[in-house]
């Protein structure tokens, strides 16, 4: 038990703690900053660190971006210094040199941060921080440098070797349980019979990464349907009255939803490792399953077909299925990867385009985005590395052979 | 429950699973890593860091020193790279010529190793990759240089925020218990009985810092005894016959031993934070405590007497409690800081000699070191800040009354 | 962490195993109980007491109402064999004449009961066969005595020493969560937001009692506001839009519900257990708390009123608290007990009748039952005892004073 | 993980309270229980139990004895009010004349232990109360009656299904690894690395029956080996130096040792349902194990041997299993169930004699009992009820084709 009840407790433990208004240091800022990096803050610097974190969270936007031009100007690289040190590596190379050169090359501002981290449970503070700066920061060039560094360490601390996978269930606490309902962004939860609609029968499951530092806080979750045969429409997986189905009784495995949680760590990925640390827990479970597909919506698709002049509004199932499937494997960026970013993130993670699906999200967002229209793409193990590798290579995207006719089909039509 | 248990089966799940035999790639460990660096890398990273991992576990001392020398010369920085980058960001300052930079400023072995730490559970190999790195690489300046990058690494990763500090007890797992038999580095535990005797009565305390990726491996520990007044020997401290005290009867903590745990983390500092953190427990815990202690050994005594030519050996015990008092406060190195090293670390940490004893340690070891010596370093938390600054910028020395006293009779019989 | 894991495991596992509907055991169920009770019931008795426990869950009421009768009469005490037994142990006292009349004392169904209980999580199936005997055995004499059995067998399982406190709050799992919104019996929680207002914020608790063998089902809970001063309005407690205090600017913990969960555990008392000990825990865990009281429905006084021929919805504030005081002071059963059975309760516990409050309650049951009424016993720890032996030996109601001369007026009203 | 915590505070919570000596009721200690017995005993019911049970623990044996013969004799059932309340239901028959009936056969003293059982953690006493009267009660036979009520007591509170099977390994906490150590009944655990031998293997295991309210005490464990085949030799099997096997690689459970704990749940059988329940577990885990065998001693054999005339000492290994074999299967006590305690143990849980082994345990204990000779008893899953009953029934003996021809071997000779 303890050693859960220890990490909790050394998160914890400042929330109760806190400063109290006494205690707060209102002097500027960059002030406490300095403090924090000079001699004291070796042995002072919780206390410095803390005031710092309880002063920013307590500040208005203004002073936000104070604070963060702060650290963009005042404490970025001093390019004169990393010529000298680099010059001097190069002439007497050596543990001491190349120390003083990697201190140089980086930016003061990176070791403040490590600091301010230095607090149990700074680390969920830092993320809000970068999520301010992101939303402050926006067409300011200096600013933007600035997220560089925070996306940098961030991609460090979130190292997939440092996160936990966790079932979340019926059985999961309530105040992780309403963030759930609170991130999920794919497929609106209303309610908490909503939630309980998703989490408790034997064929829901979900998964989510945490960090050990945000132990309340999801990172990333993805939603999962066990069924018989690929499903063909999500209001159908989702409704309340299906039939449920025993676990062993599946064979396919559909991730129906995922969702990033932290906007503070954008550009950090986790999808990729979520799904497949998925599909091997899943397969070690339920000896059952021979098929991990995801349910997806196509949020290009109605953009696309309007701007190229195609009508998607009066065409019956099965041409819009053509359409769907041509706008996925054909359809691309100046870049050359796909228009669809659902398509880029599945692709670029290794799977296929298995099967497209007319009237399977009938919502009104779902019909606004592609006529109703979805997609599955297919999880096949031993295949993704190969993917994963022609795509990024070669741009070439794989799928099943009923898809690619279907695109054909619809090139013809179109040529 | 479930975080422990989700964190420990995700650390873990690797060691069962583990490659077979027949999964073991054969190819030159830098061509795996050249493909961990690859396009392949973002979608079969977990693999091929797990086989660069199980490779390094099983390679003899001459073929690590090929891996290392490959990582320091091959993944090196490119000055020229550097260099151009650097003006292309002066010239357009932003967030794309800043993170070529940053790119070209940081080795690829840097990026190696996070990924390397993707594979759960890996901290603990790298952890070990590194000290065999220690050991290997003395001498060698390129090897010193690539050190300087793992030691940049783990400072972030074992930053004190991702800590949690743990009572370690009677009830503790005998797995964790055994290594605290083994790590043990100031007064050697000799036995299960030996150990029980430090951890089970009342008015013993233990508590480590463990990383939430290495739970079975504590970083570092101290072990406390509670007591009535300062104690003044070590072997009375911790004789079997002693009486015991009810924990609520004691008013004074003793930190009579403190050891890291792990050779792959030298450099990497915990001291300072863990008395601090456990000074801040015990406080909250037991209302009664009012002084926090150390019983530390004076290591370096014996050997300066000696240089300097003054005899310990037939002193009485004032005589040798002046010497020793003078030692800690006027010895110094050429820097100027401490020659002790025991007192370099608790005096940078914020504390002072509080009082110096004779005949505190009778063990062979004890003798030998300080004639029997010993010396009380005092944590007294208000003052902490103010000793420590003085002690950084000026070198001075706080200390008791009766400690300087002490040794200003010992430099007038010196004089 | 092991011994929660463990425990789960334990009691979960049947669950998962189950009996597949190709193993039913279609015999009568009498046959079974019989095959359970007969020699090759000690190595097989998991199997049949699990398909004992299946088939009864899966009846319906008639069939019940014959399993329940096969127990209470052909597993019945023999009176002969009884006579038989206590006469052979008179005139032969010692350990095999004991034994030999206590087994014919205590009717074989006692022993069927406790062998089901070996199957991992039949406690709660068993709670649940005894809320059936409850419902279908009404007015039936054996089937009365055959509870008398159930009963006496429950309260030793359910023995307090076996009982384990739970705070239940926000953190706490959502399965566990939603019983108590189903539970809750005083005042009805609409939703998870009316949940989440009586469990996360600071001035808010909720402790149940569990068994470990059942442990998802609390077996009663009481909720508790912390306030400063003994608060006269449930509404004005429960208001969404109320101040949050601080958990240690409280003085005072309110009692404002308890509600028992299982109705199989009819006639087992917990709730005294409960409130002392929820007393202690959060006399340890706030010192600043003074008073411990409840905010009590006065159920029996609308009825009281109107059989009295008082009239109690034309009088204002003061003459409703006399008449409310005066009923609880002076109403009493033919027995001598007080007529209203909330008082019962708390009087028996040795609490005392501290405030009575007008406009306390002003829902639409507040204003039927008791005009708005409402009352605050108190519980004062060390004239606990003492309270309790007087009215139970001699009837003496403990009062304050306040609440004594409000009793008084309306008794002189009456004369 | 609250569960566990909530229940490990609830248990131990009152160890620390404890009763200042000031608390001390020096009171005839039957003067106690009279109080915990009457009116009072409702509400203030936890302190004198708790008062009990501290004097208790601080009684001498003479002292002890005068508090069982207060139980035996004070509280014993009152026959004439046995007769009156049996005839009045007879007469009456209902839930109320039931009740009187059911209150009057049982002795007052069966209510005394309930009550000393409210105190959170008083289990672990009562049995340790039951132990004391086991060794104080012998032949004196109103505390042999006595017994019968702790018995039947213990019975219902350590039900199977109240029991929590756990694994022993090397992670379990040290508290109970020594208790592992001091139970060992059968090859004695030397010191901790021979613990550590039979614990960190992969090729081993350990399993024990934990009661909730004792969370600290094993109340009996089985130690197991994984191997391939049949073992033959206990010293083979324990030895140091063997290979280790991994554990999938077995096909073999051998339970070699079976270790009772508490001396105060003697004649409460866990024994049967432990090995039956590690053989379900183990099954589930390891896909690979086919046989379930022990390898036990024959404890009776050198004595039976000697009585018969019989040399052991001079015969060769085949003419020793014979004789061993025909032990087993033929030799009897008067009652006519087999003569060796182990063997009706085993045979008792419906296993079959597999196997005979010579020069199997050469230690002096093994020598002296058996001439080194051991056993192997299989557990056969699907047929363990049926040799159950025949045993149960008719006496018979199930043993494999082997030992039935080894003992008729030895019955030719003989004859």
Redesign the interface.
């Known amino acids: ?8 407790s ?1 998160v914890f433990e400042r929330r109760y703690i806190g400063l109290s208004p006494g205690d707060r240091d209102n002097r500027p800022i960059g002030e406490l900053a300095d403090e924090l990096m000079g ?2 803050g ?3 610097g ?2 410095f660190a803390q005031k710092i974190l309880d002063r920013f969270e307590r500040m208005a936007d203004e002073e936000k971006l104070g604070f963060f031009r702060h650290l963009a100007v005042a404490m970025n690289i001093d ?1 004169a210094r ?2 000298e040190t ?1 010059e001097a ?2 002439q007497a ?3 001491h040199t ?2 003083e050169f ?1 201190v140089a ?2 930016p003061r501002r990176q070791e403040l941060i ?1 600091r301010l ?7 969920g503070q830092l993320v809000a921080m970068r999520s301010d700066l992101l939303r402050l920061g926006r067409g300011d ?2 600013l ?2 600035l ?3 925070f996306r ?2 961030f ?3 979130f ?9 979340i269930n ?6 992780i ?2 963030k759930i309902i609170a991130y999920e962004a794919v497929h609106a939860i209303d309610s ?1 019979e909503d939630l ?1 609609r998703r ?2 029968p034997s064929d829901r499951r979900c998964f989510g990464f ?1 960090h ?2 945000m ?1 309340d806080e999801p990172l990333i979750f993805v939603e999962v349907a066990l069924t018989k045969g690929v499903p063909g429409s999500i209001q159908g997986l989702l409704s309340g009255t299906r039939a449920e189905l025993a676990s062993e009784a599946a064979n396919t495995a559909v991730f129906y939803s995922i969702s990033n949680c932290q906007p503070g760590l954008a550009g950090i990925s986790f999808g ?2 979520l799904i ?1 640390q998925v599909v091997a827990d899943l397969s070690a479970e339920l000896a059952g399953l021979r098929t991990f597909v995801t349910l997806s919506p196509i949020p290009g698709l109605a953009g696309w077909l309007e701007k190229t002049g195609q009508d998607h509004e009066n065409v019956d199932a099965q041409r819009l299925r053509s359409l769907a499937a041509h706008y996925l494997l054909a359809a691309k960026r100046p870049d050359g990867a796909p228009l669809d970013p659902v398509a880029r993130f599945h692709l ?3 799977a296929l385009v298995h099967a497209v699906h007319a009237d399977a999200d009938t919502s009104p967002k779902g019909r606004a985005q592609s006529g109703g229209a979805m997609v599955s793409y297919l999880y096949d193990l031993p295949k ?2 190969q993917n ?2 022609r795509f ?2 070669t741009g070439q995207i794989a799928a099943s052979q009923e898809v690619r006719s279907l695109s054909n089909a619809a090139a013809k039509i179109q040529a």
Do not use: C
């Open positions: 038990m303890s050693l859960l009840a220890d990490l909790l050394t001699t004291r070796e042995v002072s919780l206390v390019p990393v010529r680099l590596h190069e190379p050596g543990k190349y120390r990697m090359a980086e490590r981290n230095q607090v149990p449970g700074a680390t060039v200096e933007q440098a997220d560089v560094d940098h360490l991609a460090s601390w190292n997939r070797g440092f996160l936990v996978l966790r079932p019926w059985e999961s606490p309530a105040h349980l309403e908490w309980r989490l408790r945490f050990p530092s132990p990729n490792s497949k670029g993670n290794g993704i590395s994963h590798e990024a290579t």
